[in-house]
């Protein structure tokens, strides 16, 4: 069993700024790519960003320039740095990988979720 434990939410105004945090614990072999997801009320869920085991990354065209994704392989977690948050950015924030247990089973796994608000 692995699990993802987010944190690092809030509210904050417009041109503010929050750091997510996304924690794997368990029986981890390894992580693959990590990713975040945000999914705003009545909207679909959209990718925000991704980063894989080696450190290469990707960012959905509205938050290119404003967010930036890193992860800390000794510590198995992934972070999301949020800049010149917008109104439009407020969402729940889902962290997603696979992971590969001490069995050599590869599944998919998602942290709870954490809201972000970002006020005008």
């Known amino acids: 069993q692995v699990r993802l434990v987010q944190s690092g939410g809030g509210l904050v105004q417009a041109g503010g700024f929050l750091r997510l945090s996304c924690a794997a614990s368990?029986?981890?072999?390894?992580?693959?790519?990590m990713v975040w997801y945000r999914q705003a009320p009545g909207k679909q869920r959209d990718l925000v960003a991704t980063m894989t085991s080696g450190g290469s990354s990707t960012y959905a065209d509205s938050v290119k320039g404003r967010f930036t994704i890193s992860r800390d392989n000794g510590k198995n977690t992934v972070y999301l740095q949020m800049n010149i948050l917008k109104p439009e950015d407020t969402a729940v924030y889902y962290c997603?990988?696979?992971?590969?247990?001490?069995?050599?089973?590869?599944?998919?796994?998602w942290g709870q979720g954490t809201q972000v608000t970002v006020s005008s």
């Open positions: 997603y990988t696979t992971a590969t247990d001490f069995s050599g089973i590869n599944r998919a796994y």
């Open positions: 368990g029986s981890i072999l390894s992580l693959n790519t």
